[in-house]
């Protein structure tokens, strides 16, 4: 299927979501870009960095399966500003029937906001947004919500200082162009942020690569901390209601599962508490840990509270788990950087099991 007959697909549904029923307000997780990604109810779009100086942005549809660059051109060839995937690049998000992206301005090189139709048509300028170093950022109900990391000027020597940059988390009004100050500009620390439950932001702001988890309600202003005064470290995982991460208390390491909704959580094993890469979802609870020669131990955690052992990989057959659609489990390998291509899919009970059958994601 192409591109355009997707797009027309994703149009309908939304057409009738709103014949005769009340439509829901989108959750910020339906759409979000973190590190490259951007992850929608129907796929995902990744920046692809390959080939160098040429990557486009290419897309991954839940429904068909199919894995293609972000463009409906008839013979386009992909390798052109022309060609909507290479002119959009990857720091996006989706909300309704538009595309939310930045481009560097041809004026200073910072970022400024645009929008268009989902096949690339009707680009609008909308403002700027000058502010760097996003890692996560969250668009749903015309606005965008970012964590930003930007060099400091320094008037004496007049130039950008990165060693001890500010941080912020700012919410961008699409309909306004303005932003909006959610958490004041830092320099003791940088804003992580990870999602939204509930109309609260989940975050925190790292330090020495600790930091206290925070949840702000964006209606109040009110800030709380789920797990008090006790601080999160390493990599940490949200899916809907689960959130994972590393607590450390007195020196002590333990992994840790929250649930966002009761705000109650519980200590994982002992086995987990070097863990590298975490995916903790209803459908799979995963934790990685990398050991010394180039080792990923694949552990799943299960039902029962206990742990086993689910894979082995050596650093040229893992791929971190980006999502999992129905049976399917979705990875990236971050190895081979020369390869044009590094998603991969493979069925849920065979990534469980060990196997290494991943199904190579071209178009």
């Known amino acids: 299927m192409c591109l355009k007959k997707v797009i027309l697909l994703l149009s309908a549904c939304l057409l009738l979501t709103g014949c005769g029923q009340k439509v829901e307000k989108r959750e910020a997780e339906g759409s979000r870009w973190i590190r490259g990604?951007?992850?929608?109810?129907?796929?995902?779009?990744?920046?692809?960095?390959?080939?160098?100086?040429?990557?486009?942005?290419?897309?991954?549809?839940?429904?068909?399966?199919?894995?293609?660059?972000?463009?409906?051109?008839?013979?386009?060839?992909?390798?052109?500003?022309?060609?909507?995937?290479v002119h959009v690049g990857g720091d996006m998000g989706r909300i309704g029937d538009k595309w939310y992206y930045k481009l560097p301005s041809e004026e200073n090189g910072m970022p400024v906001f645009y929008c268009c139709d989902l096949n690339g048509q009707n680009e609008k300028k909308i403002g700027k947004f000058p502010h760097s170093g996003t890692s996560t950022a969250l668009y749903f109900d015309d606005s965008c919500i970012a964590d930003t990391d930007d060099p400091v000027f320094d008037e004496e020597t007049g130039t950008w200082v990165a060693d001890n940059p500010v941080s912020a988390i700012y919410q961008y009004h699409f309909d306004t162009g303005e932003e909006e100050v959610l958490r004041p500009e830092t320099d003791a620390g940088l804003y992580e942020l990870y999602g939204m439950y509930g109309g609260q932001l989940?975050?925190?702001?790292?330090?020495?690569g600790c930091g206290f988890l925070e949840f702000l309600d964006l209606e109040t202003g009110e800030i709380t901390k789920p797990l008090g005064d006790r601080k999160i470290m390493g990599p940490v995982s949200m899916k809907g209601d689960l959130f994972a991460c590393t607590l450390l208390e007195g020196g002590i390491r333990r992994v840790i599962e929250l649930e966002l909704k009761s705000g109650e959580w519980k200590e994982t094993v002992p086995e987990l508490t070097e863990v590298s890469v975490l995916f903790w979802s209803d459908e799979m609870k995963t934790a990685t840990v990398y050991e010394k020669g180039n080792l990923y131990k694949v552990y799943q955690?299960?039902?029962?509270?206990?742990?086993?052992?689910?894979?082995?990989?050596?650093?040229?057959?893992?791929?971190?788990?980006?999502?999992?659609?129905?049976?399917?489990?979705?990875?990236?390998?971050?190895?081979?950087?020369?390869?044009?291509?590094?998603?991969?899919?493979?069925?849920?009970?065979?990534?469980?099991?060990?196997?290494n059958n991943w199904t190579v994601l071209e178009y």
């Open 37 to 85: 990604y951007t992850f929608t109810e129907e796929g995902i779009v990744y920046a692809n960095p390959n080939p160098l100086g040429k990557g486009k942005a290419e897309y991954l549809d839940y429904r068909t399966g199919k894995y293609m660059p972000l463009c409906d051109k008839v013979n386009c060839l992909h390798n052109s500003k022309e060609c909507f995937a």
């Open 202 to 208: 989940v975050y925190r702001l790292k330090k020495d």
């Open 301 to 355: 955690y299960l039902g029962d509270g206990t742990c086993r052992l689910a894979r082995e990989d050596d650093i040229s057959a893992y791929r971190e788990v980006l999502a999992i659609n129905g049976d399917l489990v979705i990875g990236v390998s971050y190895y081979d950087m020369e390869a044009q291509f590094c998603i991969g899919v493979m069925k849920k009970e065979d990534y469980l099991a060990g196997k």
